[in-house]
């Protein structure tokens, strides 16, 4: 049957990247449906319940900036809040949000069903409609035939997946969810290239059970910060703590004892695991020589005594899962509400996509999320709105948009999957950012908000919000600058406790704020500052810009530079074999991943600069 309505745009799958890639394209103005296995599971977090951190912050904020849903979800849902390395500097400095699962589906599924050009469908994707080498629309598992110009899939862990608890395991997307299988033999007959990644958590604890008084409190910050940009600490519900203790020798040799019927250690599973997540048993094979390891336990939510255990992520059987939980301090009588277990399932080499992850072999196919080979939520829904704002663009006929590495972590993370490939999860650091100074939380805003606002998807309100935060930095830069504070107006005592020493000359207090150790707040208590900016953004905003510029503006220059080499576009048709030079094995590479530009295939593995000069001649004498 075919469905009635026709849409621009369909997105396969609500979880994070489906969520934000369904908001996303609606925003864009494209007609769209979200079709998904269950309503009830829209925003579901498969694991722990948390948003954020060094690196996935980042990431969030810049989701925000462009007008997605997870920063502003986690702000109504968020119970703990915390700045990770508050003491460092602005670039690696992240916010991290304990989440109440069940508030931040309700907060995911409000603002999708209440969204405009938005259509919400639940059933199972089973094929792909195709016209030729374009995509044409999706069939369901009830035969229900849509049709779209354009087609995204973010089917997550849920294609070919199996779960491994031990020795036992099953086919289904993630516990209690059933998995793709229809869907995910119809893509490996379209022959693109597909891998095998697991994933694993682990078993789930009943507070009631855990005696505290054995561990150690860990509170949020207080102030909590906000996710949002627009967020107001008043949206966020009741704060409480976390808990920490730690694994011990006892643990290790229980979880040494069970290695044989490890799914991991005995070869029943192949699929790579994320080496910056590794499970417990993982964790203790690799690094034999710790005696301990530190364990979070998180509250999942304000309504149940369910505890998340970070750190104990296993698929080891039960048994040995019960026995191990239980030698750790304060876990002694604990009940496991939840078994710990892996997943494997199939995901696809994104090396097969554009920038704008469109599939370069089936036009109008776009791919986001965990099916790329990345792992988090983050990632997942930075992805989904790239490729919500690119459906929506091509069947509007617009050219699609993607940023570059110095504009965005998004830019970093896009730029990385199609050129570099992956061989495990792939999940964000700071570390995988060559122009950190620029790319922090602070400023996604400032980087992105007016980028979104001409692709259509940011909101009059947000637009209004930035505009005047913009005005208003810039106000109390110039205030800052045209005022000057006199050695004869300041007492001694007020300059040493916030200058550290004497005032000697007259200074401006912008001068003043560019020292390393001179707070913005600190500064204002100074005689003759005059009253400062009271929103902590724009007073926030007002010092780093301050502090950093030097570093900021060398990093533009240094930008700039390569920004010429970095955009300059391949010929379609470019014969790699012709090109004079270069090994046979660069050869092979380029013509096999087809970059779409030099800085692109400049980070196709195994690409040095002597290679990149050579292209350039080559493009030079088919001028
Ligand atoms: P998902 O959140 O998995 O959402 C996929 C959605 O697609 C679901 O709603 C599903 O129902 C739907 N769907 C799938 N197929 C179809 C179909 N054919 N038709 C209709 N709907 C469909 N991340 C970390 O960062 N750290 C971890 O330690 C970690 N551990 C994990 C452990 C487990 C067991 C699992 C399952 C996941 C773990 N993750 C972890 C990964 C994290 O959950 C994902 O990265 C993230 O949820 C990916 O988002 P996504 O939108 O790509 O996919």
Request: proline letters at 5%.
């Amino acid at each position: 049957m075919l469905f009635p309505a026709r849409f621009d745009v369909i997105v396969v799958g609500g979880g994070h990247a489906g969520t934000e890639a369904a908001l996303a394209s609606a925003r864009a103005g494209a007609k769209t449906l979200l079709l998904t296995h269950n309503i009830e599971t829209l925003g579901q977090m498969s694991c722990n319940p948390s948003i954020g951190g060094i690196g996935k912050g980042h990431l969030v904020k810049e989701v925000d900036a462009l007008g997605g849903a997870m920063a502003a979800a986690t702000d109504e849902a968020g119970i703990q809040f915390r700045i990770l390395n508050a003491s460092k500097g602005p670039a690696v400095r992240a916010t991290r949000a304990q989440a109440d699962r069940m508030l931040y589906k309700q907060a995911i599924r409000h603002r999708l069903e209440n969204h405009p050009n938005l259509t919400l469908f639940q059933q199972a994707a089973d094929d792909l409609m195709l016209h030729g080498d374009r995509v044409a629309g999706v069939v369901t598992q009830l035969g229900i035939r849509f049709e779209a110009a354009a087609v995204v899939l973010t089917a997550g862990t849920f294609l070919n997946g199996m779960v491994h608890v031990g020795l036992e395991n099953y086919r289904a997307g993630r516990f209690g969810d059933p998995a793709s299988i229809s869907l995910a033999q119809r893509l490996r007959e379209m022959r693109l290239p597909v891998g095998r990644l697991k994933t694993g958590t682990p078993p789930r604890l009943d507070g009631r059970t855990i005696d505290y008084s054995r561990t150690q409190i860990q509170p949020g910050d207080d102030p909590a910060p906000v996710f949002s940009f627009l967020g107001r600490r008043e949206q966020h519900p009741r704060q409480v703590p976390c808990w920490i203790t730690q694994t011990n020798a006892r643990t290790h040799d229980i979880i040494r004892g069970g290695l044989d019927r490890s799914p991991m250690f005995t070869g029943v599973i192949e699929g790579i695991g994320p080496r910056y997540c590794p499970s417990i048993e993982d964790k203790i094979h690799r690094f034999a020589g710790k005696d301990s390891h530190q364990i979070f336990l998180e509250p999942e939510g304000l309504t149940t005594h369910e505890i998340y255990p970070q750190g104990v992520s296993t698929s080891l059987p039960f048994d040995v899962q019960l026995a191990l939980v239980r030698s750790i301090a304060g876990l002694e009588n604990v009940h496991i509400l939840r078994p710990g277990y892996a997943i494997e399932y199939d995901y696809f080499d994104p090396r097969n996509l554009k920038a704008s992850l469109e599939t370069k072999s089936i036009a109008g196919l776009f791919f986001a999320g965990q099916i790329n080979g990345t792992t988090g939520y983050e990632e997942a829904a930075a992805q989904g709105l790239l490729v919500g704002v690119n459906a929506a663009r091509q069947v509007q006929g617009k050219e699609a948009w993607s940023p570059r590495r110095d504009q965005a972590y998004l830019g970093v993370l896009v730029d990385d999957l199609v050129t570099r490939g992956v061989s495990e999860p792939y999940r964000m650091f700071t570390s995988r950012a060559e122009y950190r100074l620029s790319l922090r939380e602070d400023n996604a805003d400032w980087r992105l908000t007016e980028i979104g606002r001409e692709l259509g998807i940011v909101n009059d309100a947000r637009w209004d919000a930035f505009n005047r935060k913009r005005d208003a930095v810039a106000r109390e830069t110039e205030r800052l600058h045209s005022t000057w504070v006199n050695p004869k107006l300041v007492p001694e005592a007020d300059a040493v406790r916030v200058l550290g020493k004497p005032l000697e000359r007259e200074y401006r207090l912008l001068d003043l704020l560019r020292r390393p150790d001179v707070s913005y707040q600190s500064l204002l208590t100074l005689p003759g500052s005059g009253a400062g900016e009271t929103d902590p953004q724009v007073a926030e905003q007002t010092e780093i810009q301050a502090k950093y510029r030097g570093y900021i503006e060398r990093q533009r220059d240094e930008i700039e530079r390569a920004h010429n080499n970095e955009t300059l576009a391949l010929p379609t048709d470019l014969d790699y074999a012709e090109v004079r030079g270069l090994s046979i094995e660069v050869r092979q590479r380029l013509n096999q991943y087809r970059p779409e530009t030099l800085g692109q295939a400049s980070r196709v593995q195994g690409v040095t600069p002597a290679a990149i000069s050579l292209l350039l001649v080559h493009l030079k004498r088919r001028e």
